[in-house]
């Protein structure tokens, strides 16, 4: 089976290559998507991704480091994004998890992101914690920069959010707390979810299907598994829609 994590992260973090590619490549994931959080990191995704075949990037600064972010920021991400394999902007969005948040400097560079991945035909990889009506509300009213398709990841809302998110045409991308017993609403997400918009991700080195132990894109077999299994399907023919969905999201998959 081919398998695909369409959300992780390398740069900075730790991990040891080309010793863990090689694990990723024999696990049978042959595609990876990495998300960008800052303009940094994205350009070592760049340059790993010109290196290795099955792995993408996408250019975006994380709600959670907009601190600084201007016309500068801009427009060193829109020329990483001009490479080949920048398949997406990302990831962009709402973070209200700490005190301290600055909501009006998350939402100029939510909705500056946006505007970049409408002026140069790609999709956008959708990062919203704790900020469900916020990031409704800016998705209605943004609704045309949307037309080349948007990846709500690691979904974790409910299920009636689910379709108002559908009705704007999103996807949704599901990982490793998809594997825990007491995630009951992403259950309930995962079997709700049609099966043409349907993800799989990671977020490594986040979010591990084993707790305590850092994640990998080599953990995608068991994320897909546990999906199959919730949606009551063939764990194959999963794996196989969600490469189909995936290419259908991210047209530069294969570049």
Request: hydrophobic residues 35%; contains cysteine.
């Amino acid at each position: 089976m081919k398998y695909l994590d369409v959300h992780a992260h390398f740069a900075d973090e730790g991990y040891s290559f080309p010793e863990e590619w090689e694990r990723i490549r024999a696990a049978g994931v042959k595609t990876v998507v990495l998300a960008g959080d800052t303009v940094e990191h994205t350009a070592m995704h760049r340059d790993f991704c010109a290196e290795h075949e099955g792995a993408y990037f996408c250019a975006g600064v994380h709600p959670s480091v907009t601190e600084g972010f201007g016309a500068d920021t801009v427009r060193e991400l829109e020329k990483l994004a001009l490479d080949k394999k920048c398949v997406a902007i990302g990831e962009i969005g709402f973070d209200y998890h700490y005190p301290d948040t600055d909501k009006p400097k998350q939402r100029e560079a939510f909705l500056t992101q946006l505007e970049s991945a409408f002026s140069l035909k790609l999709p956008v990889q959708i990062h919203s914690r704790d900020a469900c009506a916020d990031t409704l509300a800016l998705l209605r009213e943004n609704r045309r920069l949307l037309s080349e398709g948007f990846l709500l990841h690691c979904y974790s809302y409910s299920a009636e959010t689910m379709k108002e998110i559908l009705d704007l045409g999103g996807y949704f991308s599901f990982g490793g707390v998809s594997c825990f017993k007491n995630a009951g609403k992403v259950h309930d997400c995962v079997r709700f979810c049609p099966p043409d918009r349907i993800l799989s991700e990671t977020d490594s080195p986040y979010l591990s299907p084993f707790r305590g132990e850092k994640n990998s894109p080599v953990n995608i077999p068991v994320i897909v598994k546990k999906l199959a299994e919730l949606r009551g399907v063939d764990e194959e023919t999963l794996a196989e829609q969600i490469e189909q969905n995936a290419r259908t999201l991210f047209p530069r998959l294969g570049a």
